[in-house]
């Protein structure tokens, strides 16, 4: 069984991250079981294992917390759902790439029970939703703003860190990266979208997605 964690209040990064570290080594020692940690953080910027110094453009800003999981630069801030996955791919399959795929599914599913199509485009790590009321680019695609970022770390074949959704963040908080490492796009969240979805209806929507999108093999 998974065991599910919701933490009320801002969690200091530092804090979470010391937790995710014990959780992972008793999963691994076999005395703890998976774990799916659901909290918020104050505002703050990661920087993950592939970050480049200029996509820092307003590094005293917040906090910048260098970080061992995958990818670049992201926010973190209330009213963002972050999603901490301690899974044991040992009893999932250890093939890195579909647990990522696996996630992204995860995410779209959860988006689609509010009827938002979240998309994953090639190169572009995250999942996206098409912006159809916004100017195009300028070679005349269609505006494309991220939803919500995921990146993992694994040791001895169980995850840690994990997925982020903007449910109702302060969108500008973004200015001060580029996130991911990725610029045209915006970001976007669900209350942007013109929903009026609670944190408590995005983690029940969670729930209720997780085990199709990541079965036990």
């Not at 996509?55 to 910048?64: G, N, Y």
């Not at 890195?96 to 795929?101: Q, W």
């Not at 995410?107 to 090639?122: A, H, Q, S, Y």
Request: aromatic share 8%.
């Amino acid at each position: 069984m998974v065991e599910w964690i919701t933490s009320d209040g801002l969690v200091p990064y530092e804090t979470a991250v010391s937790e995710m570290e014990r959780r992972v080594a008793e999963i691994t020692a076999g005395t703890a079981g998976e774990a799916v940690w659901l909290l918020e953080h104050p505002p703050l910027y990661t920087a993950g294992t592939s970050a480049r110094p200029d996509d820092l453009k307003q590094p005293d800003r917040f906090p910048v917390h260098e970080s061992k999981r995958g990818g670049q630069y992201t926010y973190h801030g209330p009213g963002q759902r972050v999603v901490y996955v301690m899974l044991d791919l040992n009893r999932r399959g250890r093939d890195v790439r579909a647990f990522v795929e696996q996630l992204e599914t995860w995410v779209i599913d959860t988006l689609d029970t509010f009827n938002v199509k979240g998309e994953i485009r090639p190169g572009r790590v995250g999942v996206w939703v098409t912006r159809p009321e916004k100017p195009p680019l300028p070679d005349g695609s269609p505006r494309e703003d991220k939803i919500a970022a995921i990146g993992i770390r694994l040791r001895k074949w169980v995850s840690f860190h994990g997925i982020s959704i903007n449910v109702e963040p302060d969108l500008s908080h973004f200015d001060g990266i580029v996130p991911c490492g990725i610029t045209g796009h915006g970001v976007t969240s669900l209350v942007d979208l013109g929903l009026p979805v609670t944190m408590n209806d995005l983690d029940v929507a969670l729930r209720s997605t997780f085990e199709d999108a990541l079965p036990l093999r």
